[in-house]
Nanobody
């Protein structure tokens, strides 16, 4: 089945940038929606951004204007460019994908990558 593998997390100073990548393996059909969620310690997992196969994207209010999601359909990879990072962006970031096949919705999750924003 589909596997999602995140990379690109790490430690960055406030105001800095990181680019997260999520590579997929095992997919046969196109993933309709791909996105990123994040979860800080003791907090719920919240949507950061998501993008459809045709490039339509939406963002959480907290990251709008700072983060940019993109995808390469040929490579089955989704990216999250994070600029102007703030300490409150610190969280584990999870890749997410959804596909619809014969009217059934399939949801996939990566294991997550840690992003720490600290001076």
């Amino acid at each position: 089945q589909v596997q999602l593998v995140e990379s690109g997390g790490g430690l960055v100073q406030p105001g800095g940038s990181l680019r997260l990548s999520c590579a997929t393996t095992g997919s046969i059909v196109s993933l309709d929606v791909m996105g990123w969620y994040r979860q800080g310690p003791g907090k719920q997992r919240d949507l950061v951004a998501q993008i459809t196969s045709n490039g339509s994207a939406n963002y959480a209010d907290s990251v709008m204007g700072r983060f940019t999601i993109s995808r390469d359909n040929a490579k089955d990879t989704v990216y999250l460019q994070m600029n102007s990072l703030k300490p409150e962006d610190t969280a584990v970031y999870y890749c997410n994908a959804i596909r619809l096949q014969i009217g059934v919705k399939y949801i996939y999750w990566g294991r997550g990558t840690q992003v720490t924003v600290s001076s």
